[in-house]
């Protein structure tokens, strides 16, 4: 591939649904723009993750774009929770139906991002060689989007197959007859597991900290409900805008669960269990579920009880069951038959909190109690999140830190979107906002219209440059601080406060105080002269802000 130059009012890096519908806005908005893409595909985290039994856990409907009437009525859900295949198909299907690959290059990484003061540029360059130049730089890199694999002595001499879930090949990978090991019992892993189980001649689980689970009770798209869904979707909307998590069709939490009686909150808990209803139907069952340790230990309570139901071992039910971790602070998980499988012939759980993995080997791994043979080996060891990405690669301005630097104890962002000292960056879901603790796909295009607006004010008013001031910044993140220490988030060691990477700061790195107050403050920041940033320009290259292009957008078929 030969290297590429350009220049474009703004530099997308990503292709997953962030950078989609960043690359959708900003031509409908009139603005050049080039989106680079490590993947050869788009689809982002729905590209990667392509393990067995990857799903997702929010509702088809909900889980889609909402910005095109058109697009949500072309599109019907198969299912009610779509499985990765049918999601990748989807985003494809997005990325045709707006006619958006032609600005986009493939199989591109960006390794770095400086800022020039002067030329008032973004100066990108790839693992291709190429350099482009841009005004403006959209970070759609995704909040789990760069793998972690454990630092393992041995690693490398493994000689049978290994995969890191978030790494997945491309064709498919059949188990059968094999003797497969997992490491890790993370929201993958639990998704997993039990597809896994029944190809293996034999599956070996090596679990850390076991986790909480609750069923999806996944099944067919309901047609009927889904069209009035979409015949109701205005008021359902914004019904999600209004709500906690980005979501609707879930009653708000009404009491505390210490003020229910017993028998009472066991059924309302069963209710929930049975419902389907995924993470947030367990989790808005009681207002004080994730603020009060009591109140959250008779959920988890309720779920240890039904592991212990399940699981007929009742050595294996009590190693599955959490200890000494609130539910909810790490990721709930939404299974398909996960607590079930150990009930399986063919399926072995091993405990490395007491004996830890030593090292792998040529044929399998070494705990501190035995060695264990593998045909092959999957690490469902999760990621590093939320900063992984954006600090692999070298942002920096060139008068300046690097963004690792300013970073080194922690991401520090105004509103999770603009990092002080790094104009013009933009960090879709990034830290310091609600991103992973809200339905995604909704947090998304509510990020991209944010900025692509902010890119658009900034030409009307003949600015190009903006950036948070440090004062509003640490403002926010003090503030976003002293929300996550009202609840029980950071409490528990998940990747949400980096605990699942050796050395990570200790931070709870997602805006935890719900998508209703944040997103109207960031309306109102935006009603107040954009409070808390500051702008400037035009710079000396300003006048190259491409003029609004005439028909940006291709005419959508009638
Ligand atoms: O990663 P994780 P994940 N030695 O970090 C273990 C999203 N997601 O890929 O708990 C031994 O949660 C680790 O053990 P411990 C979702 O947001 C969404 O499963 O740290 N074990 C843990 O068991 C989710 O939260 C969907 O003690 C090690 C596991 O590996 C996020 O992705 C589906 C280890 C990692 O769990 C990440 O989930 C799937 C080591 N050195 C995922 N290091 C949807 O439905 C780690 N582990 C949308």
Known sequence: MSAETGQFDVIVVGAGLSGLYALYRLRERGFTARVLEAGSGVGGTWYWNRYPGARCDVESVQYSYSFSKELRQEWTWSERYGGQPEILRYINFVADRFDLRRDIQFNTRVVSAVFNDETNLWSVETDQGDLFSATYCIMATGCLSTPYEPDYPGLGDYQGDLYHTGRWPHEEVDFSG????????????????PVVAKQAQHLTVFQRTANYSIPGHNQPADSEADREFEANFDARYDKAR??????????????????????????????????????????????????????????????????RSIVKDPAVAELLTPRNQPIGAKRLPVDTFYFETYNRDNVSLVDIRSAPIERVTAKGLRTSERAYEFDALILATGFDAMTGALLAMNVR???????????????KSYLGIMVAGFPNMFTITGPGSPSVKMNMIYAIEQH???????????????????????????????????????TLMPEADSWYMGANIPGKPRVFMPYFGGFERYWQLCNEIVADGYRGFETSGPHDLAANLTEPRKDPVPALPS
């Not at 009686?261 to 209710?271: G, K």
């Not at 900025?451 to 001031?469: E, F, K, M, N, Y």
Request: aromatic share 8%; hydrophobic share 40%; proline share 4%.
């Open 397 to 411: 301005r060139e008068s300046g830190p690097t963004l690792k630097e300013a970073w080194a104890e922690g991401p």
């Open 448 to 486: 991209v219209e944010w900025a692509v607006d902010c890119i658009d004010h900034l030409r009307s008013q003949g600015l190009d440059r903006i950036a948070p001031t440090e004062t509003a910044q640490e403002d926010w993140v003090e503030h976003a601080r002293e929300v996550a220490e009202t």
């Open 242 to 307: 209004h709500s906690f998590a980005g979501m609707s069709g879930y009653s708000s939490p009404r009491v505390s669960a210490l003020e229910d009686e017993p028998a009472e909150r066991n059924r309302y808990f069963e209710e929930r269990w049975a419902s389907g209803g995924g993470t947030f139907a367990m989790l808005t069952t009681y207002r004080d579920l994730l603020v009060n340790p009591e109140a959250n230990d008779l959920a988890a309570e309720f779920v240890r009880e039904k592991i």
């Open 178 to 193: 094999m003797r497969v090991g997992v490491i890790g019992t993370g929201a993958t892993a639990i998704q997993l597991i």
